[in-house]
């Protein structure tokens, strides 16, 4: 094992050990306010000194420390570090998530009006990005993994088209993996974006452990993507928030992107938070590959555990299909695990629920899917109480639970079609004051074509956004909301549940449709 070198957390840890006086932020000073008569009982005593640690290491910018904005000691070697090890040109530690990290990228590439390659499946941040850099998103449908329906990311092929189409863009920005831990290789996407000699970014939020273990995909930057933000704090041992940015090359322009992250984040950046994405970095370097054996054994024998068990509760099949609509090359990180009720008695929400009951929480859950991520502590004792639970789960007889179909089946070769036929759409404009005076109305969907969307129009499943505000309508988008809506789709956040109706932006004289 190598040796475990962490510059910033040992600059708190030094910084602590001195017992300083402080007569500076934050105003607990070191968890020296926390000691307080009231906390003279025994119960509360020993809570708050769990914290009370935690607020020794919370300090602010001072000369034993480091600035986030201006890095010149230690969270600039811990930087310097990180860069070495996921094998970026330059890292950012984050303290807002890749919520800050995504929303700084976009800020750094498009000024107002500007025009950006978008896959249309994106989290918020990438659209409250486009909003506050007032860009123009070309959005890109995913493509449809056919056996479990999730998204995925848009064919290479489309991206190639909006290249095409839109020569102005800026760049090209994308997710991977998704929340299900699907990804797929990068590399042919880097080459179809650098002959358009653009940039390339990838939002890769749930795959900051990828790269370390050769059980795990290949990471975006190992496929020569030119930024990725990646949320430490998902699937390495960070806090909550700690994430990173990394840029490799010559695409993207450092010192717009340093300034758009000071903009973006605290001038008070959290030091415990910093100093755990560090530590996460110092991990990986000495314990190398080995950091992950025992999570993933632990997932390996969960999988072998469930399949030889055959319980309705199942993990997600996804297709062998080898035709031109199947999703090439899906890879799949083992350390996600999704189950689904394959009774069909539970919808995902209800696994989600039944697990709870019996101890196991799970990260997220859909209609059809629960999604569990394994951390590199996860042991056989954890699976243990998984399997107890899905025993259980299983040989429940829960007669309140009606029966619960999947909600729409996205692999309708009907739905397929419209779906394509939306492949690459109009520039789309996120500029706020666009749409702040203009008068929306409610008409009928069926009448909506090439009207301008005042809406958004989301199905669930698989919740991804059919059309933005200031979208324009195209046919084959009201085929395909017409088509989930017979099917049984809900639409979050609609005023008209059914989406008969559809609001849209009234014309003023003399526009043009
Ligand atoms: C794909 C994706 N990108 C970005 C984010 C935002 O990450 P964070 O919570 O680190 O801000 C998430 C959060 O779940 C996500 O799923």
């Known amino acids: 094992m190598k040796p475990f070198f962490a510059p910033l957390f040992e600059a708190l840890i030094n910084h602590a050990r001195q017992e300083p006086v402080g007569f500076h932020v934050p105003g607990h000073h070191g968890g020296q306010a926390l000691k307080q008569e009231l906390w003279?009982?025994?119960?509360?005593?020993?809570?708050?000194?769990?914290?009370?640690?935690?607020?020794?290491?919370?300090?602010?910018?001072?000369?034993?420390?480091?600035?986030?904005?201006?890095?010149?000691?230690?969270?600039?070697?811990?930087?310097?570090l990180a860069a070495k090890t996921f094998g970026a040109d330059e890292t950012y530690f984050l303290v807002g998530g890749s919520t800050s990290g995504n929303i700084a990228l976009l800020l750094t590439l498009c000024e107002p009006d500007d025009v950006i390659i978008v896959q249309r499946n994106v989290h918020k941040s990438i659209i409250n990005g486009l909003k506050l850099a007032g860009a123009k998103a070309v959005f890109l449908s995913p493509q449809i993994e056919m056996h479990s329906g999730l998204a995925t990311i848009?064919?290479?092929?489309?991206?190639?088209?909006?290249?095409?189409?839109?020569?102005?863009?800026?760049?090209?920005?994308?997710?991977?993996?998704?929340?299900?831990?699907?990804?797929?290789?990068?590399?042919?996407?880097?080459?179809?974006?650098?002959?358009?000699?653009?940039?390339?970014?990838?939002?890769?939020?749930?795959?900051?452990?990828?790269?370390?273990?050769?059980?795990?995909?290949?990471?975006?930057?190992?496929?020569?993507?030119?930024?990725?933000?990646?949320?430490?704090?998902?699937?390495?041992?960070?806090?909550?928030?700690?994430a990173l940015l990394h840029v490799q090359g010559s695409r993207i322009q450092r010192d717009m992107l340093r300034q758009s992250l000071a903009m973006i984040q605290s001038s008070s950046p959290s030091f415990?938070?910093?100093?755990?994405?560090?530590?996460?970095?110092?991990?990986?370097?000495?314990?190398?590959?080995?950091?992950?054996?025992?999570?993933?054994?632990?997932?390996?024998?969960?999988?072998?555990?469930?399949?030889?068990?055959?319980?309705?509760?199942?993990?997600?099949?996804?297709?062998?299909?080898?035709?031109?609509?199947?999703?090439?090359?899906?890879?799949?990180?083992?350390?996600?695990?999704?189950?689904?009720?394959?009774?069909?008695?539970l919808n995902g929400y209800e696994l989600q629920k039944h697990l709870e009951q019996h101890g196991c929480f799970a990260e997220m859950a859909d209609s059809r899917y629960?999604?569990?991520?394994?951390?590199?502590?996860?042991?056989?004792?954890?699976?243990?109480?998984?399997?107890?639970?899905?025993?259980?789960?299983?040989?429940?007889?829960?007669?309140?639970?009606?029966?619960?179909?999947?909600?729409?089946?996205?692999?309708?070769?009907?739905?397929?079609?419209?779906?394509?036929?939306?492949?690459?759409?109009?520039?789309?404009?996120?500029?706020?004051?666009?749409?702040?005076?203009?008068?929306?109305?409610?008409?009928?969907?069926?009448?909506?074509?090439?009207?301008?969307?005042?809406?958004?129009?989301?199905?669930?499943p698989p919740g991804i956004a059919i059309l933005h505000p200031g979208e324009r309508i195209t046919a084959a988008m009201i085929a395909h909301i017409q088509n989930l809506s017979a099917m049984g789709a809900k639409f979050q956040g609609a005023a008209d549940p059914l989406m008969e109706t559809i609001s849209i932006y009234r014309k003023s004289e003399g526009e043009p449709t």
């Open 370 to 460: 629960v999604v569990l991520v394994f951390g590199i502590q996860t042991s056989s004792q954890d699976t243990k109480r998984l399997q107890q639970a899905i025993e259980a789960i299983s040989g429940d007889r829960i007669e309140h639970i009606t029966l619960q179909k999947r909600d729409t089946d996205i692999s309708d070769p009907t739905n397929l079609t419209e779906h394509k036929a939306m492949a690459v759409s109009e520039p789309v404009s996120f500029a706020r004051a666009r749409f702040n005076n203009k008068k929306s109305e409610r008409i009928l969907l069926s009448n909506a074509e090439h009207h301008i969307s005042a809406e958004m129009v989301t199905p669930y």
């Open 40 to 80: 003279s009982d025994r119960a509360n005593h020993h809570l708050i000194e769990y914290f009370y640690k935690i607020m020794q290491l919370d300090v602010t910018e001072l000369s034993s420390t480091d600035d986030l904005h201006h890095p010149e000691a230690s969270i600039k070697e811990a930087q310097q």
């Open 272 to 345: 415990p938070i910093l100093a755990s994405i560090d530590i996460s970095r110092a991990m990986i370097d000495a314990l190398g590959a080995a950091m992950f054996d025992k999570s993933l054994k632990s997932a390996a024998g969960f999988r072998r555990w469930i399949h030889q068990q055959g319980t309705a509760v199942r993990e997600m099949e996804i297709s062998n299909n080898t035709t031109a609509d199947a999703v090439s090359d899906l890879l799949l990180d083992p350390l996600r695990v999704v189950l689904y009720d394959s009774s069909g008695k």
């Open 154 to 242: 848009p064919a290479v092929q489309q991206v190639e088209e909006a290249l095409a189409l839109y020569p102005e863009a800026k760049a090209v920005f994308l997710s991977n993996p998704n929340y299900y831990g699907m990804s797929v290789k990068l590399e042919p996407y880097v080459d179809v974006v650098h002959r358009h000699n653009k940039p390339i970014i990838i939002d890769e939020a749930h795959g900051a452990h990828y790269r370390f273990h050769s059980s795990l995909p290949p990471s975006a930057l190992s496929e020569g993507v030119d930024a990725v933000v990646q949320s430490a704090h998902k699937t390495l041992p960070t806090l909550t928030m700690g």
